[in-house]
């Protein structure tokens, strides 16, 4: 049963991975996916069949070589193909008994990310669904072990009547750090800000003067890896300061974190391993189908103590078994390590580097292409996969020329507002990406600029 079903989904997912390289970038049009659920049910075939019918004008090629939208990785074949399977499979990673194979694949994948990052040995690991549920289950974790110290039980007690947390975060930490602080009740607002410089680093003598000026649990929020500029804060310099004062340190770095596996770029993250915890994803850089992200916890007691889940039906992980349920927010869910795991030997140690460091080179390319066209400017220095640019030093030139990319279609990508200014966003992040999509992206880009200016 469904046979057919399958055979069907296989060919409309081989059209659309043919497609992706020369199909409109942006979407279509308006899916077509709504109306009242019909009263009798109907044949597997006929449902797919629908589905990537009314689907098609809305999907957007974000796996394809010139989507360069917020930071979107693609999906590698090995993680596709494995992510299939994940799904044949169906495995619930919660308990070790419910699939070894799923457990045994987290610890593995888990395991070399923890080294390609040039993380501690016996950090633990948790698997997200993304960087914002990293952020929440890092961040819970530190929670747990800065007021732990001072003798509160938070998991037992919660918040009520605690001792005050201190949470210290740059001027320019991403969104997602203030959603974790409010998820886990320490509040979007209290954070402390501590000023930025132009690239968006948090300025580590600012934060040195903040630590002396209270005491108490402390959290000190660092960033490898901006949004925006694809800057890293000054992690060495950071860490003194953190450890000079008793303060936590966790580092988001979303899509940065991974310039520690390419040997040419892991100057960036330089200190970032002597953080306490780290938020990393999967699906961006290291191009693993949505979704998967990891949290990493240098000190496995805290992450264990705030994520896991006891019952009397549940059964517990002896010796080397591992229950993905302990380490995530989440009690049953997809077994996301497969693909993880397929990725990383698709592209071993060596391709890992090569995929960094690739980006990164396309990304520089792509700014000195467009940096050459008159009234054009380069906002940012790139260090990284991220290229900030400006049009006519004019805010609506610039939102105009975004406009008219995504409407053209050889490309896609996004705007934003950098310390006050408008800016076209570019962040080259997939793996099908080439030179030459570089390049004629660069020259849509560039026509578009003429034709507004
Ligand atoms: C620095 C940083 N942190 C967190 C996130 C959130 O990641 P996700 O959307 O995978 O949850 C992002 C997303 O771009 C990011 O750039």
Redesign the pocket.
Known sequence: MGDEALDRAGELARDWLAGLEERRVGPAGAPSLGGPLPEAGESPAAVIEALAAGAEPGLVASSGPRYFG??TGGTLPAALAADWLTSAWDQNTMLHSMSPAAAAAERAATEWCRELLGLPAGTAAGLC???????VTALAAARNAVLGRAGWDVEAQGLAGAPPVRVIAGAEA????FYALRLIGLGRDTAIRVPADDQGRMLAGALAEELARGDGPTIVCA?????NTGAFDPFEPILAACRAHGAWCHV?????LWAAAAPARAHLTAGAAGADSW?V?A??WLNVPY?A?LAFVADPAPLAAAMSLTAAYLTTAAGDERNGGDWSPEASRRARAFPLWAALRQLGRRGVAELVEGHCALAARIAERLAGEPGVAILNDVVLNQVLVRFGDDDAATDAVVARVQDEGTCWLGGTRWQGRAAMRISVSGWRTTAEDADRSAAAIAGAWRAVA
């Open positions: 917020f930071v669904t993304g960087a914002q549920l990293a952020n991403h969104a997602t750090v960033q490898a890896g901006n949004v988001d770095g979303a899509f940065g938020a994803d699906h961006k979704d992200a």
